[in-house]
């Protein structure tokens, strides 16, 4: 029986171990960094509004849909699939929906490790008190003077890679469990503290306002789903880190008794809370030193050192600030190279070590063209109503958070409430057959599909040119 299946990787030791690691994949770098950042060139309180109305109908039920998957193929996404699609008297050619994650995991790693290697730079700038009453310029200027630098980049980069090739070469769930358990709790405070000091800056009622109340007259510069609804789609998918296999490959070391549904729900919770927590410590920021919400990806590295450099305690808690960012965006970075590491230790006949120094090795050259995205290849071009300065990066970017996740995400829709018989995911979910799981089912089968599908040919004007829409 498939359900009996167990994974040649192992399983994790409790279900608080899945919970964490999983949380630990989704609170990232994305909900730090990339969220703010795209709030703030997205008009905020509208692409806040629509992030959030995108994680509750698209991400939560493809993530349940995701780990169901893993669980019952246990092995990596690749494999899986191809065994999964078996089972169901389908076309073996679904483990392409492995390789295409395979391939996103490749990407989104490659640039991930530049910027985890900014916080790790800034670990240090913080920590020898650069910003102590730092003023707006200066900081954007240390910022622009460390993303001209290609070495600097590129040792930082290479840092990080090698950090993640460690932890992954050892096996995923040693260690992961206890750094996220200490990690998750103490990230938190510091951004209660963050938020915090937000509240005592002059702006701060503008920056919750920019944040959480759509403006219609942003709006009404923007195209709605090109502009807002395509990048808000991308960041619940990029966020919940869904659509390439990483949760997938978590969910393969599942166990049986754990339920699904309390897991994505307690996970989607934490992602969220930790995105508008960031938002909010970083707008009243923005608004109170005069800099710019659309400041693109160094917004964060930008804004909060100043806010550093005037907090009591500031050198301290900045330094924590960054590393803690470091740590979360290592737990993350793991869950990108594991899809990939597996299917080499399961078809190459690879050890685990020898099959992550390898695909380390592949996002480390990749991630060069990501260095010089921000200095020699640096060219600019409009995407989604705002200007995007980092060539590569950004297409990069784009290609995996605005494409390949939220195709990966509509295949994994489509197998698992389509194809799947019922009875399959029935029993694989566990929660019967009630109004839960037909709530879980429709979601899976009408509003996702659906709802990527319209926002995909929106973005891409084919509802204009067939005159469907004005
Ligand atoms: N969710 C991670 C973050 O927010 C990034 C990620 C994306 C991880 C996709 C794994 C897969 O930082």
């Known amino acids: 029986m498939s359900a009996k299946r167990s994974s040649i990787h192992g399983q994790w030791s409790s279900r608080w171990a899945f919970i964490l690691a999983a949380t630990g994949s989704a609170v990232g770098l994305g909900n730090i960094w990339r969220f703010p950042y795209l709030a703030g060139e997205n008009g905020g309180g509208a692409f806040v509004l629509v992030y959030l109305v995108c994680v509750v109908l698209v991400g939560i039920p493809i993530m349940m849909a995701e780990i169901l998957l893993g669980r019952r193929g246990r092995q990596s996404p690749i494999n899986t699939m191809e065994t999964l699609a078996a089972e169901e008297g389908l076309s073996k050619h679904w483990h392409f929906l492995g390789w295409m994650g395979v391939i996103a995991g490749f990407v989104i790693l490659s640039y991930y490790s530049v910027i985890a290697g900014w916080t790790l730079g800034y670990i240090f700038r913080t920590g020898t008190g650069l910003f102590v009453d730092a003023d707006a310029a200066f900081s954007k200027q240390m910022f622009a003077e460390l993303v001209a630098d290609p070495e600097k980049l590129l040792a930082w980069h290479t840092i990080f890679i090698i950090m993640s090739v460690v932890v992954v070469s050892r096996g995923v769930k040693s260690g992961l469990e206890k750094a996220v358990r200490f990690l998750m709790p103490a990230l938190l405070i510091l951004l209660l503290v963050m938020v915090g000091y937000a509240m005592s800056t002059e702006k701060f009622m503008e920056g919750i306002n920019y944040l959480f ?12 789903f090109a502009d807002i609804l395509l990048p808000a789609l991308g960041q619940a998918f990029f966020s919940l880190s869904i659509g390439m296999g990483a949760i997938m490959i978590y969910g393969s070391y599942l166990s049986h008794k754990s339920s699904i549904t309390f897991n994505c729900f307690t ?17 009243p920021i923005v608004f109170t030193y005069g800099l710019e919400p659309a400041g693109g990806p160094g917004l964060i590295f930008v804004t909060l050192p100043i806010a550093f450099g005037q907090m009591p305690f500031g050198t301290f808690f900045g330094t924590l600030f960054f590393v803690l960012l470091m740590f979360a965006g290592w737990t993350s970075s793991i869950s990108l190279l594991e899809p990939a590491v597996t299917w080499l230790v399961e078809n ?11 695909a380390g090795t592949i996002a480390w050259l990749l991630g060069i063209v990501t260095i010089f995205s921000f200095n020699h290849w640096a060219f600019s071009f409009r995407f989604a109503g705002v200007v995007k300065e980092n060539g590569f990066f950004d297409i990069f970017d784009i290609l995996t958070s605005n494409i390949l996740l939220p195709v990966g995400g509509l295949l994994v829709a489509i197998f698992a409430a389509w194809l799947m018989s019922r009875s399959s995911t029935v029993d694989e979910l566990g929660i019967g057959d009630g109004p839960g799981y037909k709530a879980w089912r429709f979601a899976v089968r009408y509003i996702a599909p659906f709802g990527v599908i319209i926002i995909f040919l929106n973005a891409i004007g084919l509802f204009k040119v067939l005159g469907l829409v004005e």
């Open 267 to 283: 996970i989607a919770i934490a992602d969220t809370s930790v995105a508008i927590l960031a938002g909010v410590a970083i707008f």
């Open 348 to 358: 190459r006949d690879m050890t685990r070590v020898k099959a992550t120094a390898l």
């Open 213 to 224: 109340i759509p403006n219609f007259e942003v709006l009404s510069h923007k195209k709605f």
